[in-house]
């Protein structure tokens, strides 16, 4: 049962022009969402969450918008630089629980 | 350095040994988790500890894995009678749900195992 999904394994962009990562949930109770970028052989490291009781939150170069009557987030990174390449990953969980369920991942390649 | 801390990095061991993984969290923390990841794949859930309480264990955790969090503070991840199936990279994370924190996991660089 796969609850968070990020159905394009793989996502090639220009520097400097946008990157949209997208991650669909099916779990109705998730009302917390984290996105985290990896690079090989380093854990994953936070970047950006948001909450049920928004629709978008921004942080410098990375906006996540959530859809919730779609059960929809994307993850925007505006200018697109090389070292943004990386894998992404999205995760939910419901209030109070704190349990992350992660999406298998987008892998990201900013071209020069 | 203050952040998670995993050991050792890599361990590579013959099928039916038993391999204990160590993690010690962000000092204030009061979450830790465990995660496994396999290629291709992101993390999946394993357990997770509220202080040295465990708090849920995923069904992917067989009966040869045990995970302990003696005085909430430093946790071990032991598997018996490995299986070649084991090998993956196995993810600690802490968080601080209380005084104010939100929640966000925090990784250690993760622990690879081999079974040969």
């Known amino acids: 049962d796969q609850q968070v999904k990020q159905n394009s394994p793989s996502l090639s962009v220009q520097e400097g022009r946008i990157s949209i990562l997208n991650c669909d949930y099916t779990?109705?109770?998730?009302?917390?969402f984290l996105w985290y970028k990896k690079y090989p052989a380093e854990g994953p490291t936070f970047l950006i969450s948001?909450?049920?009781?928004?629709d978008k939150n921004e942080d410098g170069r990375f906006t996540v918008f959530l859809n919730k009557s779609a059960k929809h987030l994307s993850l925007h990174i505006v200018p697109s630089q090389p070292g943004d390449s990386a894998v992404y990953f999205c995760a939910g969980s419901t209030s109070g629980t704190y349990k992350y369920i992660f999406g298998t991942g987008t892998r990201l390649k900013v071209l020069a | 350095d203050t952040g998670v801390s995993q050991d050792p990095r890599h361990k590579i061991t013959k099928r039916g040994q038993n391999v204990t993984f160590r993690c010690d969290p962000i000092s204030e923390h009061n979450r830790l988790y465990w995660y496994r990841q396999t290629l291709g794949q992101g993390p999946e859930f394993l357990t997770y500890f509220q202080n040295e309480a465990q708090l849920e264990k995923s069904r992917l955790l067989s009966d040869r894995f045990s995970a302990e969090r003696p005085k909430g503070s430093f946790s071990t991840l032991e598997i018996q009678r490995t299986e070649q199936g084991d090998s993956a990279m196995y993810l600690c994370?802490?968080?601080?749900?209380?005084?104010?924190?939100?929640?966000?996991?925090?990784f250690g660089e993760g622990s690879r195992l081999t079974v040969l």
């Open positions: 994370a802490s968080s601080l749900t209380t005084l104010g924190g939100t929640g966000e996991l925090f």
């Open positions: 779990n109705s109770m998730f009302d917390y």
């Open positions: 948001i909450s049920s009781i928004k």
